[in-house]
């Protein structure tokens, strides 16, 4: 009887969603849950009435409630994050931590303003390149060496953290942000797997109201994937080794940039490899004679070009020391000139669509005539990102351009 | 003195350039129809759906008839009446007393959503957009929004200076 009881209980603690302490709808004054127009009616000609501002602390309680029912109608709003975790807020988010540049690059397209950040991972702070607005700003350290101290004197309502990438250190700062704060909710989001991001969009729009602005960015998505389909399921994939910024180091089933050579119309030459980035034999690159090489910079001892706008010379010296390779002479993607440096800020996280928009023109230059990921690059960072499209130049991102 | 003049009417244009920013009076306004045997129709426009709190002070003798929320949104106290938006781009209400000439309708807005306030602006009439073609050539001028004021005291500032110098150069 008794583990019966202990079933069941432990049964009702995974299923029922983890709901902030401060679970009482603010503006609710019969608690039902619900914020009902005439509730609000009355708060709000109360509020005027007593001619209370809005720097008063009771205000920031009906402007909590006026957001709730603007936005998810007067309800509690009850998200799943990536990780599976249903999350319940009573409230808006104003003062969360995100420790993940994707998943903060996608606030920026949907809208989100600094306003309820307060603080980040140290490396968005070290990009002001690419992240203006969050130069020099408060940092806590990053996800391998986060400071807990400053997490607890920022005093935020969330925190934002990858689900499945570098899964121990956050499942470990998770574990103990919760242990210290209860009552603040830890999302686990990724924001850079191709499967999942357009899902992961819907989850930060859901938390956010910004129902309408995600709703534009994934038919931006939806729209730039659709062009490259067209394209790339029209012929035959050609075969294709990735390597990333580290040398003979590639990828197979299972992660997000095999997944993007497939989206590409590629197929990749060390697919099967039980390892999600193994690192490989160089004959074993020779042995399977790829028609396309892409080589990812970005980091490491590649680190150049991209939104830093340095040394776009490097990106042809390093195609020309990879054609040079021993042996590779004799590969059909040197002796056909489909060597291809990639700089991974446009292929690794959000902004996979235009990396996968080069890759599919360069796999199937025969029919990527309506492909210009020039342009996309340049819309994306205007509509979504507020930043230059001047930052969108080719010559730091691609070598060569076709 | 005519320099005096001069400094003074610059100095009420900068001051208007540097108020009326912070004022944000374009956010929500007001127009005022005559609907006949002294009364008013007033009609508020809320340009994006939100939540705010409108005050509305009347001039005193007016009477409210009428106002299109529901009753859990809004409260009339003499002539002062309290306004809940919830999300409605439009909002009337209906006065009857003397509001022309005596004086002028004041209002003010708090949004709770971009936690903005502000000053009801307009008051004079515009009403060609609305239906019932109303009589302009009566219309009463309620509620004039900083801006003008600031902006015509500055200029009639300058131009006095100007005209000043000039009659004072020509003698």
């Known amino acids: ?402 | 003195m005519k320099r005096g003049y001069l400094i003074a009417g610059i100095a009420a244009m900068v001051v208007v350039t540097i108020l009326v920013p912070g004022v944000s009076a374009g956010f929500l306004e007001r127009s005022v129809l005559p609907a006949g045997d002294s009364t008013y129709r007033i009609i508020l426009s809320i340009p994006r759906e939100t939540v705010a709190g409108i005050t509305e002070t009347l001039p005193s003798g007016m009477e409210i008839l009428e106002v299109s929320l529901p009753p859990d949104q809004y409260h009339a106290e003499e002539t002062t009446l309290y306004l809940a938006v919830i999300g409605e781009r439009e909002i009337t209400y209906v006065v009857k007393g003397p509001i022309h000439p005596a004086g002028a309708i004041h209002g003010t807005w708090t949004d709770y959503i971009a936690g903005e306030t502000g000053m009801v602006s307009g008051g004079v009439d515009n009403t060609t957009s609305h239906t019932g073609a109303p009589d302009t050539s009566g219309t009463p001028r309620a509620g004039a929004s900083l801006l003008p004021v600031l902006a015509g005291t500055g200029l009639v500032f300058a131009g006095a200076a100007l005209s000043r110098k000039r009659g004072r150069d020509e003698s």
């Open chain 1, 1 to 402: 009887m008794t583990r019966h009881v202990a079933v069941l209980l432990a049964a009702f603690l995974i299923l029922c969603p983890v709901v902030l302490a401060d679970a009482a709808l603010p503006g609710d004054s019969n608690g039902d849950g619900v914020i009902a127009r005439e509730e609000l009616g009355r708060s709000l000609v109360s509020t005027l009435r007593s001619g209370a501002t809005l720097s008063d602390p009771s205000v920031r309680e009906l402007q909590d409630a006026s957001w709730v029912y603007l936005y998810w109608n007067g309800t509690s709003r009850t998200v799943t994050d990536s990780s599976g975790k249903m999350i319940t807020l009573t409230r808006p988010l104003h003062r969360i931590i995100v420790m993940n540049s994707e998943t903060l690059e996608t606030m920026r397209s949907l809208g989100i303003g600094k306003e309820r950040i307060v603080a980040v991972d140290k490396y968005i702070a070290q990009k002001p390149e690419f992240f203006p607005e969050f130069a020099g700003y408060p940092s806590v350290g990053s996800i391998w060496a986060t400071d807990y101290e400053k997490i607890l004197s920022h005093r935020p309502d969330a925190l934002f953290l990858y689900a499945t990438v570098c899964k121990a250190e956050c499942d470990e700062i998770e574990r103990r942000v919760t242990a210290s704060m209860p009552d603040v909710p830890v999302f686990r989001i990724d924001c850079y797997h191709p499967e999942t991001y357009l899902d992961d969009v819907a989850r930060l729009a859901a938390i956010f109201g910004k129902e309408e602005e995600g709703a534009c960015l994934v038919s931006f998505y939806r729209d730039a994937l659709s062009r490259v389909d067209t394209v790339s399921s029209s012929s035959a994939p050609p075969e294709v080794y990735l390597e990333n910024w580290n040398d003979y180091k590639t990828v197979a089933r299972g992660s997000g940039y095999h997944d993007k050579i497939t989206m590409a119309g590629g197929s990749n030459i060390f697919r099967d490899n039980p390892a999600e980035y193994p690192e490989i034999d160089p004959e074993s690159i020779i042995a399977r004679k790829p028609d396309v090489v892409i080589k990812l910079v970005g980091s490491v001892n590649y680190i150049f070009g991209g939104y830093l706008g340095k040394d776009s010379t490097r990106f042809k010296e390093v195609r020309d020391a990879i054609s040079g390779r021993p042996g590779w002479s004799t590969l059909p993607a040197v002796r056909n000139g489909r060597v291809y440096v990639l700089h991974n800020a446009i292929l690794g996280g959000p902004q996979y669509l235009i990396g996968v928009t080069y890759m599919a023109r360069w796999f199937h230059p025969e029919r990527a005539g309506d492909l210009d990921p020039v342009s996309l690059h340049r819309a994306y960072l205007e509509q979504f990102q507020r930043l230059d499209p001047e930052l969108a130049n080719p010559d730091l991102f691609v070598f060569p351009e076709r």
